[in-house]
């Protein structure tokens, strides 16, 4: 019957928080709404209900203003610097003063304005999708990831697995202390880093060999 509460009615609360901008990450204070990702920052700021035209907003790379019909409603410092030029706006239902402001550092806010009630940043959700990073950068997470685990187990990394590869195939070259025995990794000081020389002579000295082997089966003149 009409006397009886509406099956999964919303709270007033929920109704009044699902008309604006999510809070993920960031608050509610009694000026504005904002959330954050590790790049950026959205503000939504409540106005009278105006036209863009009267509306004003200046972002500077510490600063924040946003004035309507010549009133100022927020104003102050930024928490930290932003790329104004990475910098937008627009007015929502024509009440809504919506900004996206991009940081110039990847790092958690504490609060939008210096002054304003500050969030607990060890709580933030920093979670983020591999797909999220360019492909140069996903690959150097997983080589990241791949030498922790190594680390972890006592194994090489990366650059000392590639350090390994390059010493086996010298193991065996002319003029090596060890030709002709089996290769042992544990003979070799893998735990430094290796410079680009190393890998430089390594390809002259393979060339060498090669030429050498080439002119020990040409055939001689008086063949």
């Not at 950068?137 to 090489?156: E, L, S, V, W, Y």
């Amino acid at each position: 019957s009409a006397s009886e509460p509406e099956e999964g009615a919303l709270p007033e609360d929920t109704r009044r928080k699902m008309k604006h901008i999510s809070t993920w990450n960031g608050a509610i204070t009694d000026k504005y709404y904002w959330s954050q990702s590790l790049s950026e920052v959205t503000v939504e700021v409540t106005v009278e209900s105006c036209k863009v035209a009267e509306v004003q907003v200046d972002i500077t790379a510490t600063r924040l203003c946003v004035k309507c019909k010549g009133s100022t409603v927020l104003e102050g410092k930024l928490h930290e610097k932003v790329a104004t030029e990475d910098t937008m706006w627009s007015l929502e239902d024509g009440c809504k003063v919506i900004m996206t402001l991009q940081k110039q550092r990847e790092t958690w806010w504490k609060c939008v304005l210096e002054g304003d009630p500050e969030i607990d940043t060890t709580k933030v959700e920093s979670t983020r999708s591999m797909e999220e990073y360019d492909g140069e950068t996903q690959g150097a997470i997983r080589k990241i990831m791949f030498d922790q685990n190594q680390k972890i187990q006592g194994k090489p990394n990366s650059d000392q697995i590639r350090t390994a590869e390059m010493m086996k195939d010298a193991w065996n070259a002319e003029g090596s202390p060890f030709r002709g025995t089996d290769f042992d990794p544990t003979m070799l000081n893998l735990s430094g880093p290796v410079g680009e020389d190393f890998f430089k002579d390594l390809e002259t000295k393979r060339l060498s060999a090669a030429r050498e082997k080439l002119d020990a089966n040409r055939p001689s003149d008086g063949a």
